[in-house]
């Protein structure tokens, strides 16, 4: 018990920005806010042996709930009140309809629902350990994470098990008030990060410039000399001037530098906080003492250039954010919608937030298309930049798919709507952005790590200097010290890769390659073999049946009705090739598909088989020789009590190559790289294939199976695997390739398993790729080159006296300001 509790509680202040509050502190108000408690009040509980007062039940039921359940600790590590408990409870059953959550809940596994929050009323970093400790007890929710500076809550629950409401209830029932994490809300926190942001700047800046313009007489007093009254007034100026600039635009400094000291990590605060604090420490100490130099020009010179890199870092941050889009930022908010009756037509202005899949929808020239939807009238040119980066329009007609967020070009369309909000591609893109972003690549814990280290050599330093400074000239020691601790502080160090990084995935991102894992970037340059799959992949993905050979009874209008049948409702290319042949009086019961082999079905009460020759003919051995070259299905009879199938007739199916593929190839090849084709087809068509593409390896019938222990072979040599697919059947070894690709046309758990999807499916984006990656591998080199750079050279400056403490704190700045726009030239790819 002794270990969970010490668990806890490291949990606790792992996100704490102030130190720790006694549980048993003694107040006069009540013990959950603080707040005065009435006179002749009864409301009481028993707290770890002791009697505690509030101030009204709703105080007293919120620290019942938590006493409860069995959290007692919170309120040992908290490290401010909490705010007074609602008495009546909100209603939060209305999130519970499937409509409510359209905008703030996802679906990111069957049977497992993800909701955004935001929550009121989150203080410090106990509110953190509290709800994530509360929730979790709940058998409905599988995973709970709570960010202290954003107040987000991202909830996994599983339906079947319990209701939203019920944990949103349970939230305010512990006094944090939840409300869904939108997109207006989300765009709220930002923008109130950059007011405070500029605001904190602002008074630095103002800051600097007033104690700047006081040091002046200081300094030209020391020169020329000055009276000790005066002296001591502008000293006095000086400290006023400089209290609001350490008390409230550096407060986030030592607000970090206290959670690092906390959880025992060093970070790039601490020497800040340190140098801030001591600074202004010792000149305030002299001041009050009338004696002694004072540094309040270097504090706010200091604090102003280290907030004003971090204020282009933030905006630099939220600007790779924007480049993903948010889904509100892109759709329209009102739709015309279109009803017809008895040949008459109404057109109405709707709401977005009323429109229902189904509907029809009338999209003119200029305007963004609010839903994914299929086109039923019309022709127009669609732009389909913010989903492929390709910037050209793509002709859409009658029974073509348009896209929420792109762009209707040139004409007028009649679009009915397929999906909506957090079901459309648009936001699946965003989530797998996301998913992208919070991912910590290994170069940039590396850097992390190395920082902390490097933090702790600085602090060493500085002391080892200040010490050996302190005994041959003590009145220089201390601002010797400062310039060490400040010149040496490794800001951009930590900056260098994941700047570099998070520009690299957003251009790579405007190109076309989405990237949905954070090691992509860092493994691309690294990649030795490409393999790729066949269908759908070095091919257009739309066979077409070109000849049927029957060999039975049945007539070849009935055989592809049957063959119709059994691939109704499969999602693989071969499929639909048949969907044209469909029958809708003949359906297939029990179909069962055998991944990369065939399908096989009930109809009319007889088994049939379709797919590979071997799998068609139930036994291999029998399997009947292809009436020539070419991709060739069998579809088959099969009787079941004799273990037996009649061949009933032969299907050529042919699929046209991708007009890129050569290209795309020979491209890679020029690069070093090898390069393959792995294909489940079995017929000579792979071999087709290769041939018109210019591949000299390749395999075919390769089972998922035997896809994975193929690429495992290579990888047990040593080479990086590169995997590119588009199927079902390509999900094991999309899972194990080092880098996954999946095309933009690949089916929806192909592209959840990938590490980066093609949004517009043309292979020419992959060798860019490859060398847009090198490029991002040389911007982060230089970044770290840079850095080191600078505090090899600034270190023994500081050290011999030669940096006053501003220039050490403009140097640090633009040591970090440098890192930055460097990255930002990814950008411009």
């Known amino acids: 018990m002794a270990s969970v509790l010490e668990a806890d509680k490291a949990a606790a202040v792992a996100i704490g920005d102030t130190a720790p509050m006694a549980a048993n502190a003694a107040h006069s108000g009540c013990y959950h806010c603080g707040l005065p408690v009435p006179a002749h009040s009864d409301f009481t509980l028993c707290i770890e042996g002791r009697e505690q007062h509030f101030c009204c039940p709703g105080c007293q039921a919120v620290a019942g709930a938590i006493i409860d359940g069995g959290l007692a600790n919170f309120y040992q590590y908290r490290t401010r009140l909490n705010n007074r408990a609602e008495t009546e409870t909100a209603s939060y059953q209305v999130y519970d309809a499937a409509a409510m959550q359209e905008d703030f809940v996802s679906e990111p596994q069957p049977g497992v629902r993800r909701a955004q929050l935001l929550l009121d009323g989150i203080s410090c970093a106990a509110c953190v350990w509290l709800i994530e400790h509360y929730l979790s007890r709940y058998p409905a929710v599988a995973d709970v994470k709570v960010n202290a500076h954003t107040h987000r809550c991202v909830i996994d629950w599983r339906p079947a098990a319990g209701r939203l409401s019920e944990l949103m209830a349970a939230l305010a029932a512990i006094g944090y008030r939840p409300m869904p994490a939108t997109d207006d809300r989300l765009e709220t926190l930002q923008r109130r990060e950059n007011q405070m942001a500029l605001l904190r700047l602002g008074v630095a800046g103002i800051g600097m410039m007033q104690v700047g313009m006081v040091a002046v007489g200081l300094y030209a007093g020391a020169l020329q000399g000055i009276a000790e009254n005066w002296e001591q007034l502008l000293r006095w100026v000086s400290l006023l001037i400089a209290t609001p600039v350490v008390f409230f635009s550096a407060r986030p ?222 009145e220089h020691a201390f601002w010797i010290a400062l310039s060490v601790l400040v010149v040496t502080c490794p800001c951009a160090l930590s900056l260098a890769t994941p700047t570099a990084l998070t520009a690299a995935i957003a251009s790579l991102r405007q190109g076309g390659l989405l990237v949905t894992r954070g090691h992509v970037v860092e493994s691309l340059e690294k990649v030795d073999r490409v393999v790729f799959d066949k269908t759908g992949t070095l091919t257009l993905g739309e066979p077409r049946v070109e000849r049927v050979e029957v060999c039975g009874e049945l007539s070849q209008s009935r055989c592809l009705a049957i063959a119709g049948a059994l691939e109704a409702g499969s999602s693989h290319p071969l499929a639909r090739a048949f969907a044209a042949a469909g029958n809708t009086s003949v359906y297939a019961e029990d179909i069962q598909t055998v991944t990369g082999r065939g399908v096989a079905g009930l109809i009319d009460g007889q088994l049939y088989r379709l797919g590979a020759p071997d799998f ?203 890192v930055v726009v460097n990255a930002l030239r990814l950008n411009r790819a």
């Open 253 to 474: 400094f030592f607000s970090a530098a206290r959670r690092a000291l906390q959880t025992r990590h060093l970070t790039m605060d601490v020497p800040v906080a340190l140098a801030i604090g001591a600074a202004y420490a010792a000149s305030a100490w002299a001041t009050l003492r009338g004696g002694g130099e004072v540094y309040f020009d270097s504090v706010a010179m200091f604090t102003f250039f280290l907030l004003l890199g971090r204020y282009l870092e933030m905006r630099a941050r939220h600007h790779n954010a924007l480049a993903s889009g948010r889904l509100g930022q892109l759709l329209p908010l009102s739709v015309q919608r279109v009803s017809r009756s008895d040949g008459a037509e109404q057109v109405e202005d709707l709401p977005l937030k009323q429109l229902c899949v189904g509907d029809l929808i009338r999209v003119r020239a200029g305007d963004t298309f609010a839903c994914d939807g299929i086109v039923r009238e019309g022709r127009s040119g669609v732009i389909e930049a913010m989903l492929t980066g390709e910037a050209e329009p793509l002709l859409k007609q009658p029974g073509d798919r348009v896209a929420a967020g792109t762009l209707n070009h040139d004409g007028t369309l009649l679009v009915e709507v397929e999906a909506l909000g957090n079901n459309t591609r648009l936001s699946a893109i965003e989530r797998l952005v996301e998913q992208a972003q919070s991912d910590k690549p290994a170069q940039v814990a590396l850097a992390d790590r190395i920082a902390g280290y490097f933090v702790g050599v600085v602090l060493m330093l500085t002391a080892v200097v200040g010490w050996l400074w302190y005994l041959h000239a003590p």
């Open 616 to 818: 068609a003919a139930v036994q291999p051995a029998a399997a009947p020789a292809a009436p020539g070259s070419g991709q060739w299905l069998l579809l088959s009879a099969v009787d079941a009590g004799v273990q037996s199938a009649q061949p009933l007739a032969w299907f050529l199916l042919t699929d046209q190559v991708r007009p890129e593929a050569a290209a795309a190839v020979a491209a890679l090849r020029r690069r070093g790289l090898q390069v393959e084709l792995l294909s489940g087809d079995a017929s000579t068509a792979t071999a087709d294939v290769a041939a018109a593409v210019g591949i000299d390896t390749f395999r075919a019938g390769a089972t998922p199976q035997d896809k994975l222990e193929h690429i495992q072979r290579y990888q047990q040599r040593g080479e990086v695997v590169m995997m590119v697919g588009d199927g079902i059947n390509d999900i094991p070894v999309l899972s194990g390739a080092d880098i996954s690709v999946a095309m933009g046309s690949a089916s929806d758990l192909a592209q959840t398993r990938a590490d980066s999807i093609l949004l517009h499916a043309e292979l020419v984006q992959l060798p860019w790729a490859l060398g847009f990656a090198r490029r991002a591998r040389r911007i982060i080199r230089q970044n770290l080159f840079w850095s080191a750079s600078y505090n090899s050279l600034a270190l023994p400056l500081a050290a011999l006296g030669l940096v006053p403490p501003y220039a050490a704190a403009i140097g640090m700045s633009a040591s970090s300001l440098v």
